[in-house]
């Protein structure tokens, strides 16, 4: 496990960070990391959650001040008071959570700041055009004008990234852009970033996708614990070592990864969870879904296909226009999430930005939020808190494992964590996760996987999102596939593998369709440099 | 880079712009106050025989161009989740100076440029308190109110009487409208501030500043947006129109009074939240607090025509009014446009940065 630094392409690096050091107090986010950068290179920012890559990348862009180091772009020192100040010097950035304004429309998000302008003044038609080549770019289909809170998060994330792919920059740094993309839209911006690095732009990439880094990062540098591990080539350095690396250890996981699900529940248990004909005007046609005791059941689909709006059914956080929804054998009036909470469900949702996590709230106050929702008004004794909280931290390793750490002092990965234990500690008995790992490292995906497996062995139904197929087919028993706001299938027992799922989600039934297929892998990239 | 896609062969994308049949929902609150605006003045209209006249249209503006003036800056300040209490003291503080500095022989243009250099001073320091120490609006504006107030009864404690010939002029001035019916230079410049607030909000980068720290603080400043900017010139704005509207206060009633204008911040706030601002800022349009006093002049008009009825009854129908409004704000934000719905579990608000702003 030794780093081999290597010798950079030919010319000086286009960045070059040296002996960064941030500390948050007590806390040393970064401890004397060096990093370089190249221009027309694709280079991955690789470590666990709360390695200190986001915060790289904010004392790059000035958003936190450095307390040591120096930080020279095109061969002048530089020091940015903050983000305008970055951008101006030609480095656009996606930060981690998506970072738009969601009271204003697809256009203005894309080119605030920048809208051409006549006169000096705004040219409305002027930035609707600029819109529209950009979103066209992406191959993205929605309409400028409409306001952005109006769509999903993979949409939102797209239109940032849109926003900083527009501008001719030199450096572009992408905070894991791909964490709620599907196959098809990481596949476009991967042509889009392909395209920046033939131009010389040098791009600074940070996922905790490992198929991602090898399909598009020419050199990898990884972080541990806020210190630099080491920088490699990426077509030379394996898969386990680049896992080791990141956490420090040889990892069983890796094989953990490839677990089985548990044996599928008989049929003659009767089903914790029940929904016949459920759908919602605009959202979801009519569904049928049957989970039982110790169940997972996957839902597989393309963006927009359905599967968050079906979960928000089934939580009873969007309301249903027709259907019935029992729960261990009582229909529940579904109106509110409150009937479904007490009726021992629980839902992650996948936007934790804007819905789950509350920032100001310490770790603990964040676990025993559901905890104390379901009991009402009589609170948690101190006591109970403390051991929900330790047993939480513990079990999904959260880091910094202090309960008293404020949330959003935290890394994302780790606030997903929290977010995770908060409806677990409610002891639910059916647990809706949609896209439970989204920007989680392998170690902790593989943990967090692990965990659903057990508690539904322990009895508990899982319904299980994600844009992740293989993860889906790995855990689940059965996959319901929704196509174009419509389940399309279920497939069940052997059926249940990726390929079949990936059929299914691309034509709608189970006939092969060479074309769609291809998009699966990541065989594209660098053939139009 | 990409080489620019060939020119778009076909009709052009004119139509895109208004895609007729549906209203953005942005756009509701807006309507719906000019409806209630609207069915106001035909209740008038109904009941009272001389009211539904121009004049009576007209006199709205004539009686309200210092709160439009007002509604206007405080629309800016509310778009970015922000308030100004202060503005009402301001008005007075403006009225005292101006008399205050005629009385002492000044020449009016001089006194006028004075007074809006020191609005527009007083919000600065309020703004750049609130941004660079980072202490809550209400807090910095309230300090404001008091201050403002106590500087007029230094100045002095008594009304002064305003005799200059400009602003006795401007005073008597009306500007003939079709055969009956009369604007005065108030209306005119509190109009044209309307136009030149919309012109700055949805036509120049500041503008749009204003609406992204409004939607999301923490987002504007990643995106690079020139926040501190926004924060602390909405308030130079707010003084600004303040001070205008002493002005116009003064050409109005021709005196200066430490006790003139008392809690005139909190007609124009009702006027900015019922032409459908929400309070939490990043939605909201100039032309809705116009109408928003419009709404509140009619209330004012009708219970003054009907002559038996106390002057408290507007304060009561001014108050149903605004709890209407936020509920009506309420249910179209979480109703049939598919919001996300909060967290189910009950927790404060997520994701904002700054704490919620005082009640109105
Ligand atoms: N504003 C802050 N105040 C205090 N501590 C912070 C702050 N921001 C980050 N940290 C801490 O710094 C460390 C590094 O966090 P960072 O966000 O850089 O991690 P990351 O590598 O991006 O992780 P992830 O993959 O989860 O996004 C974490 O321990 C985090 O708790
Ligand atoms: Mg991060």
Redesign the pocket.
């Known amino acids: 496990m030794t780093a081999v630094p290597q010798p950079g392409p030919d010319a000086a690096p286009l960045l070059e960070m040296t002996g960064i050091s941030v500390a ?2 007590p ?1 040393r ?1 970064l401890d004397g990391v060096d990093f370089r950068l190249h221009a027309g290179e694709v280079h991955a920012l690789m ?10 990348i904010k004392a790059l862009t000035g958003v936190y001040p450095v307390d040591a180091g120096r930080v020279v772009l095109d061969g002048a020192e530089v020091a940015f008071a903050g983000p305008a100040q970055a951008q101006a010097a030609g480095i656009s950035t996606v930060y ?1 959570e998506v970072n738009l304004c969601p009271n204003l429309s697809v256009a203005e998000n894309l080119l605030l700041g920048r809208e051409p302008r006549r006169w000096g003044r705004i040219d409305g038609r002027g930035v609707r055009r600029r819109a529209r080549e950009v979103l066209a770019r992406l191959h993205l289909d929605v309409d400028p004008a409409s306001p952005l809170d109006s769509h999903s998060i993979a949409v939102q994330q797209l239109v940032s990234i849109g926003r900083a792919v527009q501008v001719d920059c030199k450096v572009l740094i992408l905070d ?1 852009p791909t964490s709620s993309l599907d196959a098809d839209e990481v596949a476009e911006l991967f042509r889009v970033i392909s395209r920046l690095r033939a131009d010389g732009v040098a791009i600074l990439f940070v996922t ?1 996708f490992l198929d991602q880094v090898y399909a598009i990062s020419d050199r990898t540098t990884v ?1 541990r614990n ?1 210190r630099l591990v080491g920088e490699y080539r990426t077509a030379e350095l394996p898969r386990l070592q680049l896992v080791s690396a990141m956490v420090g250890r040889e990892l069983e996981t890796l094989e953990q990864l490839e677990r089985v699900p548990a044996e599928p529940a008989s049929q003659a248990v009767a089903p914790v969870l029940a929904a016949s004909g459920v759908s919602r005007r605009g959202a979801i046609e009519p569904v049928d879904l049957v989970v039982r005791p110790g169940e997972v059941v996957g839902l597989a689909g393309l963006l927009g296909s359905g599967r968050t709006e079906l979960a928000r059914l089934l939580f009873g956080a969007d309301r249903a226009d027709t259907g019935e929804i029992t729960v261990d054998g009582t229909v529940l009036p579904m109106r509110t999430p409150r009937d479904a909470i007490s009726a021992g469900v629980a839902f992650t949702s996948e936007n934790r930005g804007a819905e789950g996590v509350v920032g100001d709230l310490t770790v603990r106050d964040n676990i025993v939020l559901a905890m104390q929702a379901a009991r009402g008004l009589r609170r948690i004794p101190r006591r109970a808190q403390d051991e929900a909280a330790a047993r939480w931290i513990e079990v999904l390793d959260i ?2 494992p202090d309960p008293d ?1 404020l949330l ?7 606030q997903q964590k929290v977010l995770l234990a908060r409806w677990l500690a409610t002891g639910p008995r059916l647990l809706i996760l949609d896209e439970p790992t989204r ?1 989680i ?1 392998v170690g902790a995906k593989a943990q967090i996987q692990a965990l659903v497996a057990d508690l539904a062995r322990e009895g508990m139904g899982v319904v299980y999102i994600s844009a992740e197929l293989e993860e889906v087919v790995r855990l689940a028993d059965r996959v319901l596939v929704l196509r174009d706001r419509r389940p399309v299938a279920e497939l069940a027992g052997e059926d249940v593998e990726v390929d079949r799922v990936m059929e299914l989600i691309a034509t709608g039934h189970g006939e092969p369709d060479a074309e769609r297929r291809g998009g699966a892998d990541w065989e594209y990239g660098r053939s139009d440099a | 880079m990409t080489t620019a896609p060939p020119p778009v062969v076909g009709p052009s994308p004119v139509a895109a712009g208004g895609r007729a049949g549906r209203v953005p929902a942005r756009f509701v609150p807006v309507l719906v106050t000019f409806g209630l605006f609207v069915a106001l003045f035909a209740v008038g209209g109904l009941r009272y025989e001389a009211f539904a006249s121009g004049q009576v249209l007209l006199n709205l503006l004539i009686d309200n161009a210092f709160l439009v003036v007002l509604a206007v800056g405080m629309t800016f300040v509310i778009l970015t989740g922000g308030i100004d209490l202060s503005v009402g003291s301001v008005v007075a503080l403006s009225t005292m100076v101006t008399a205050a500095m005629l009385r002492a022989g000044w020449s009016a243009p001089v006194v006028i440029v004075a007074v809006l250099a020191g609005g527009a001073l007083f919000g600065l320091a309020m703004g750049a308190v609130i941004h660079y120490l980072e202490i809550q609006p209400f807090i910095v504006t309230l300090a404001g109110l008091f201050l403002a107030r106590g500087l007029c009864y230094l100045i002095d404690l008594s009304s002064i009487p305003i005799t200059d010939p400009l602003f006795r002029d401007l005073s008597q001035t009306a500007i003939p409208l079709g055969e009956d019916m009369f604007l005065t230079p108030s209306v005119l410049v509190a109009l044209a501030a309307v136009a030149v607030g919309a012109y700055v909000l949805h036509l120049t980068r500041f503008g749009r500043t204003v609406y992204a720290v409004g939607g999301n603080q923490q987002s504007a400043l990643l995106m690079g947006l020139g926040v501190g900017r926004a924060r602390v010139g909405v308030y130079v704005i707010s003084g600004f129109c303040s001070a205008l509207g002493g002005l116009l206060f003064s050409v109005y009633l021709l005196s200066g009074y430490s006790l003139n204008a008392v809690g005139m911040e909190l007609d124009a706030i009702a006027a900015v939240v019922i032409g459908g601002t929400l309070l939490t800022g990043g939605s909201g349009y100039v032309l809705g607090s116009l109408l928003g006093v419009l709404v509140l002049g009619t209330v004012q008009t009708i219970i003054s025509f009907e002559g038996t009825l106390s002057t408290w009854w507007v304060k009561i129908v001014i108050g149903l009014l605004l709890l209407a409004f936020v509920v009506l704000q309420r249910i179209l934000a979480v109703g049939p446009r598919r919001r996300r719905a909060p967290a189910p579990a009950p927790s404060a608000p997520a994701g904002r940065t700054d704490p919620p702003q005082g009640d109105g």
């Open positions: 948050f107090g806390v986010a470590g666990e959650n709360g390695a200190g890559k986001s915060t790289l981690q894991e905790h972080l806020g880091r910094p750490a959003r002092n935290l890394s994302g990965g780790n920007g490292d």
